[in-house]
């Protein structure tokens, strides 16, 4: 039975473990270019572990962004800057995903802490935003935007292919499509955002049009090898926006056009959305196992799977991916505290041997190498004791408990 830890293998590409660090705007490039930030933020968490690392959603247009900070891959002057992260995660023992995307009318805001806010067309870091049919967003993203064309459509599925394949010049080996989280894929499929009358809008064959299309072009341009996904915002968790029963013919749909696995999170199309789930423990994990079971696809999922005994839990029941967000923010080696925590019998082979080496032979007080003891282990400490004139052994730390694998 697979676990947190056993590899994982789609198309052409093995990760070493089921941990993903889920895609997360980092609002720190300038024109879309990757620098030392994103080199140092995803190459730490290939080197604490990860075995798939997402940078953000990178915009295949400008207007694409959701803000100005935002990365891109809409010119090929962005490539070098991102391939300097994929050359140092390949060189960490991880795989670099890439979630191409486009933030429709959830655009032209600020970063989240200036406000989150839209901002208007005229506003120094603001755009006019496209979207399937004119109705803004609403809350704090007001902002009039304009109906696409079925030509503009055709020019956003020649955008992403573009992008894809800029994508595999800067060494990503996965591509994920952004259709979740109230973007522009989000969008398409959900009643409350697409109003369309046309071949893009209505029946749900027609609300899975525009995603089914963009994953031909950019199937056409991805080597074999190379797995195709997507994020799909599969409930908008409002009586008028789509749900669970379409979202699985949404993705068997998708799979007849190359769609590889799927990620199931939320629509978020709308700012009165019944949000309980994303607030629970594994909130999502029964949607996405149902869309395994009902399609026979390969599925990831977020939200709060944080605790390593909920992500073993969630895989030994048939997840095939765990993503982390806030997570892989908190602890860059998030997989090794797991592996500890759930008693794997070599956690420190998890890091390059750069790190593992010491970790596992320096002679020294084992505890003080600021990793804490699995919950529940190590020896109390008493603060009256006199100190000891000589440390006592520690060579090989195996976590108490620890039983091969
Ligand atoms: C700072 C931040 C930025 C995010 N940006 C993206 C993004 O660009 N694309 C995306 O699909 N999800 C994005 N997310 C959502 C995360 O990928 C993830 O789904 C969410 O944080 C829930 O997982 P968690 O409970 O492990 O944090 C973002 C989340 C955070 C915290």
């Given at each position: 039975m697979a676990d947190l830890f056993s590899p994982f293998t789609l198309k052409g590409v093995t990760l070493r473990n089921r941990i993903v660090m889920s895609p997360m705007t980092m609002y720190r490039s300038v024109e879309g270019h990757a620098n030392d930030f994103h080199v140092m933020h995803l190459g730490a968490r290939?080197?604490?572990?990860?075995?798939?690392?997402?940078?953000?959603?990178?915009?295949?247009?400008?207007?694409?962004?959701?803000?100005?900070?935002?990365?891109?891959?809409?010119?090929?002057?962005?490539?070098?800057?991102?391939?300097?992260t994929t050359d140092l995660v390949r060189a960490m023992g991880g795989v670099s995903a890439v979630q191409l995307g486009h933030t429709g009318r959830?655009?032209?805001?600020?970063?989240?802490?200036?406000?989150?806010?839209?901002?208007?067309?005229?506003h120094p870091e603001g755009w006019r935003c496209k979207a399937p049919s004119a109705v803004p967003y609403g809350a704090d993203h007001p902002h009039p935007v304009d109906e696409l064309s079925v030509e503009e459509i055709k020019g956003v599925h020649r955008a992403y292919a573009d992008a894809a394949v800029r994508a595999v010049e800067a060494g990503y080996e996965w591509v994920e499509m952004h259709y979740a989280h109230g973007y522009l894929g989000a969008s398409f499929f959900s009643p409350i955002a697409n109003r369309r009358t046309d071949a893009y809008g209505g029946s749900l064959e027609n609300r899975v049009r525009f995603h089914t299309e963009a994953l031909d072009a950019v199937r056409a341009v991805l080597p074999e090898r190379i797995p195709l996904t997507m994020r799909l915002g599969a409930d908008d968790l409002h009586a008028a926006g789509a749900t669970m029963d379409e979202a699985v013919a949404a993705v068997a749909l998708?799979?007849?056009?190359?769609?590889?696995?799927?990620?199931?999170?939320?629509?978020?199309?709308?700012?009165?959305?019944?949000?309980?789930p994303l607030g629970e423990p594994m909130g999502f994990l029964s949607r996405a196992l149902r869309v395994k079971r009902e399609v026979g696809i390969p599925v990831g999922v977020s939200w709060n799977l944080?605790?390593?005994?909920?992500?073993?839990?969630?895989?030994r029941e048939g997840l095939d991916l765990v993503f982390l967000g806030r997570p892989a923010l908190a602890n860059p080696h998030w997989p090794v505290w797991a592996a500890r925590e759930l008693g794997h019998a070599s956690p420190f082979d998890l890091v390059p041997e750069d790190y593992g080496w010491w970790l596992k032979n320096f002679r020294g007080h084992a505890p003080s190498i600021g990793w804490p003891e699995p919950l529940g282990a190590g020896p109390a400490i008493d603060l009256d004791a006199a100190p000891s004139s000589s440390l006592p052994h520690q060579g090989r730390h195996e976590p108490a408990g620890a039983s091969a694998r």
């Open positions: 290939a080197a604490g572990g990860f075995g798939l690392v997402f940078p953000e959603q990178i915009a295949i247009t400008p207007d694409g962004r959701t803000t100005v900070h935002c990365g891109g891959l809409y010119d090929d002057r962005q490539i070098d800057g991102w391939k300097r959830k655009g032209s805001a600020v970063a989240p802490w200036e406000g989150g806010h839209q901002v208007a067309a005229d998708m799979k007849e056009h190359g769609l590889d696995m799927a990620d199931i999170s939320a629509g978020f199309n709308t700012p009165e959305m019944d949000g309980t944080g605790v390593p005994a909920n992500a073993e839990r969630a895989v």
